[in-house]
């Protein structure tokens, strides 16, 4: 029997953020659907309000024309809605067969049976009687798939199932997803990456700051337009007028920048080599999750690598902490404004003491000195036009913006020679966006260079003079912001190549 | 058909005021959850409360008792307030105590026949840097091998109390003590002066308070504390501040050691006079409670050690008048931290009851 799910007008508020507005999709049997966005787009809200682990504030669910009522987990469960998740929710200690009799309603016996039916079919090759922490994490992945299996399902939703596989995994994986999806279930995969829906999807909804923005077959898609409609290719028309000046000095050069890390949800770095020139604007173009977090807090000092080389104003400083880097005239603004770059429980004053740079005698002796923080403070609040003039005030009361312009005047107040900063117009409104990028411009016009890392590419093209796209951990080579399109970083951003 | 939605939610402003002002809530709920046990017993709630809380205070002796049952519970107190307000869950006070109190009572039987002013001193540091060399046990585990300080910290209390235990009854006990598991009494100059003529209250409270004014200067006034306080609050943003993280792990631990380690002699050398096997009563576990009723903050933890010492005392009078066991300390001491993080739970989120028509949910 054919399926047919229909998503009507759901909504879904957070305090501060709108992360499903009005969606509405339709998606029938004998078809592989993607759902395409950014991290924080709303894809994995939405994804959740189908599983029922969160209810939205508005809209319904129909199955073949029967409104859901998707209160929980189970509930999605009665409806043969089934769900791999990008974490697994398996035991790691127990053995796959136990994993997957824990919730089943039948006899060891017959259950056996049955799963080995479905290895059979499906040509999975896993041992029912290992633990599971023995798996790899393609199997760990085959494992939930089989529960799903066992329970007959009539939608089978997988979040982002391949940021934990290997390659050969990945094409085992959407050889078992075609054949369910020929056996009458539907498929709603979810993802950010470019290729994977184009290899195997049929038709794709990108969505956007918690909006659908698009459907369409994929046969009529390519990586770049699928791209710009990921990441939105609204040009803006004040640009900054762009240095190329090959005779300035280099200020800072990284050379060999390899990163690797054991954990799975962490992008590995290889071997990254780029360099930065006085009063210029380095912009690092890519859809999230392709190392970015990594690479900034490399260039900040958080992760140190071995064999990294990275000269700042002719010194090697691959070894020092952010503190120290900091006495170098280096600064930093995270991506991270709530939980990284400010703490909301403390005081304006108290975060902007966080900057305890070297001739701020914020720490005489190690004695806090609160005068001299607070003068200090007051001068940010007034120079950078944050919306308050008491240092006493806890930052959480701060709106983003005024957040957003605290930290980069306590990181700007040191007249720092080399600003890396990380998608700092992140969720701001138009007017606390426009305030940062003349700032941002202003500093390159004083002959101080910045590292723009952003997922936004009309903030990339709007402020860099040269833009290199970041891809999986790679660079690509970094060109001229006068010679780059919006297509072709969406190209590079996708894992295509130009020339 | 009605749909009630329960939803939790967190309040965004706390007043100061009203966060140090549930501890009393809390003291005011124990006391009435108390009087409700009693009356379950079969005691006059009115009265069992009379003998638990003020009887034991009604004379100075009891009040001598008072302060100093306080002052390792405030010592120790103070000490873990380093630890938890940075996010380190130093479990393990009691062995810190323990391992202080061995090493301040062996320099203490090295002198068992000697006199001298210094003799004192000696000991006093001998059990803090004991104290110390524990907690950097745990310390070290964590910042090297990643292990979890509270599994740690927490076994060995139980290493510690085996270790005082083999020496009491091995190579420490007293030649001339018939085989009990106790070492020789201390010498007088070993001993901490009394306050005053048959009190036992003695010079160790000085250490205390002057711990409280220590304490209570590094946390606010100096750099030191204000790693300690952003690295409890988030520590992403200590790491991106470029705080030694390492480092001040292992500091926080050395002042909270050092703060038990003091704790251990003050008894061994104060009350009790000698080692033997049970030199504390669970000091330094309660010590964990009276840290969270003081809210970590300096002088809240004098406070809260006064009331939970009365705990201690209340359970002595209760066993003596009521015939009722002496655990009923711990029972009163539970109750406190209950009702402390139920009404913290009410402090920081607010509780919506929002009923809805079914047929609303679409609209």
């Not at chain 1, 929980?72 to 409806?79: E, G, R, V, Y």
């Not at chain 1, 009458?184 to 979810?190: D, F, V």
């Not at chain 2, 070993?190 to 002057?210: C, N, W």
Request: one cysteine or more; aromatic letters at 10%.
């Amino acid at each position: 029997m054919a399926t047919d799910l229909r998503i009507s007008n759901i909504s879904k508020i957070y305090p501060g953020c709108i992360a499903n507005d009005n969606v509405s999709l339709q998606f029938k049997s004998g078809k592989i659907y993607a759902l395409l966005g950014e991290n924080g787009a709303g894809k994995s809200t939405l994804v959740k309000i189908l599983s029922g682990v969160i209810s939205p504030d508005n809209g319904e669910v129909f199955l073949n024309e029967k409104n859901l009522k998707l209160s929980s987990p189970l509930d999605a469960k009665k409806n043969k809605i089934g769900m791999v998740f990008q974490h697994f929710n398996l035991f790691e200690t127990l053995s796959v067969f136990e994993n997957l009799s824990i919730d089943a309603t039948e006899d060891n016996k017959s259950l056996r049976v049955r799963i080995n039916e479905i290895l059979k079919k499906y040509n999975f090759s896993i041992d029912l009687d290992v633990p599971v922490l023995n798996l790899s994490a393609g199997q760990k992945q085959k494992v939930e798939i089989i529960r799903c299996l066992l329970r007959s399902p009539k939608v089978l939703i997988m979040d982002e199932p391949t940021s934990v596989l290997t390659e050969q995994e990945t094409e085992e994986l959407f050889i078992s997803l075609k054949k369910f999806c020929d056996e009458g279930i539907l498929i709603i995969y979810i993802t950010h990456k470019l290729k994977e829906v184009l290899s195997l999807c049929d038709e794709v909804a990108v969505m956007r700051k918690g909006k659908v923005v698009s459907v369409s077959q994929t046969q009529n898609e390519k990586v770049e337009t699928l791209a710009n409609k990921m990441v939105g290719q609204k040009l803006g028309k004040i640009k900054k007028k762009i240095k190329i000046s090959k005779n300035k000095d280099e200020i800072f050069k990284v050379k060999h920048l390899n990163f690797y890390s054991d954990d799975p949800f962490e992008t590995n770095l290889v071997n990254l080599n780029f360099s930065v020139k006085k009063g210029e604007c380095l912009g690092i173009a890519g859809i999230s999750g392709n190392g970015q977090n990594e690479l900034f807090q490399i260039l900040s000092g958080e992760i140190i690598t071995p064999n990294t080389s990275i000269i700042f104003r002719n010194k090697e400083i691959a070894k020092l902490n952010p503190k120290q880097r900091r006495e170098y005239l280096m600064a930093f603004s995270p991506e991270d404004r709530i939980s990284q770059a400010a703490v909301p429980e403390l005081k304006i004053y108290e975060n902007v003491a966080l900057n305890n740079f070297k001739s701020s005698n914020f720490f005489e002796k190690g004695l806090v000195n609160e005068r001299k923080i607070k003068e200090h403070s007051k001068k940010i609040l007034s120079d950078f036009s944050v919306n308050t003039d008491n240092v006493e005030l806890k930052s959480q009361f701060l709106s983003g913006g005024n957040l957003q312009k605290l930290i980069l005047g306590r990181e700007l107040i040191t007249a720092p020679e080399l600003l890396i900063c990380y998608n700092p117009t992140w969720g701001l409104d138009v007017g606390a966006i426009n305030y940062i990028h003349e700032t941002l411009i202003k500093i390159n016009d004083q002959e101080k260079s910045t590292i723009l890392i952003s997922t936004d590419t009309e903030e990339l093209l709007k402020l860099s003079d040269r833009i290199a796209v970041i891809y999986k951990g790679k660079l690509s080579k970094i060109m001229p912001s006068d010679e780059v399109t919006p297509e072709k970083l969406g190209i590079l951003m996708g894992g295509g190549s130009i020339d | 058909m009605e749909d009630l939605l329960i939803r939790i939610e967190k309040r965004n402003d706390v007043p100061t005021t009203l966060y140090f002002f549930t501890p009393f809530i809390a003291i005011i709920l124990t006391i009435i959850g108390g009087g409700i046990i009693f009356y379950a017993l079969g005691f006059n709630p009115a009265e069992a409360l009379k003998f638990y809380f003020i009887t034991p205070i009604s004379n100075l002796y009891g009040f001598s008792e008072l302060l100093l049952k306080a002052t390792p519970l405030c010592l120790i107190a103070i000490g873990l307030s380093f630890c938890f307000k940075s996010n380190n869950w130093n479990i393990g006070a009691e062995g810190q105590l323990t391992f202080g109190a061995i090493v301040g009572g062996g320099v203490a039987l090295l002198f068992y026949n000697q006199e001298g002013f210094y003799i004192l001193p000696l000991i006093i540091i001998a059990g803090a840097i004991g104290g110390m060399i524990f907690a950097l046990i745990p310390a070290i585990l964590k910042t090297y091998f990643n292990t979890n300080e509270i599994l740690v910290s927490l076994m060995l209390v139980y290493v510690s109390k085996l270790i005082l235990d083999y020496l009491v009854v091995g190579p420490w006990s007293n030649p001339e003590g018939f085989n009990f598991p106790e070492t020789r009494q201390f010498s007088d100059s070993s001993r901490m002066p009394l306050l005053f003529d048959g009190l036992r209250v003695h010079a160790g409270i000085f250490i205390a308070l002057a711990a409280v004014l220590v304490s209570w200067f590094v946390l606010y006034k100096t750099y030191l504390g204000f790693q300690i306080k952003v690295s409890g609050l988030s520590l992403k943003t200590a790491k991106y501040a470029g705080f030694k993280g390492k480092t001040m792990i292992l500091i926080v631990f050395m002042i909270s050691g050092a703060c038990a380690g003091l704790a251990g002699v003050g008894e061994i050398t104060g009350p009790i006079g000698q080692l033997h096997r049970m030199i504390s009563p669970d000091y330094g576990f309660t010590a964990i409670i009276v840290a969270f009723l003081g809210r970590l903050n300096p002088f809240g933890i004098i406070f809260a050690s006064l009331v939970v010492s009365l705990t201690y005392l209340g359970a002595e009078t209760a066993q003596i008048f009521l015939q009722i066991p002496q655990y009923t300390g711990q029972v009163f001491q539970g109750m406190i931290l209950f009702f402390l993080l139920a009404s913290d739970y009410l402090l920081f989120f607010k509780v919506k009851i929002l009923s809805l028509k079914k047929n609303e949910l679409g609209h």
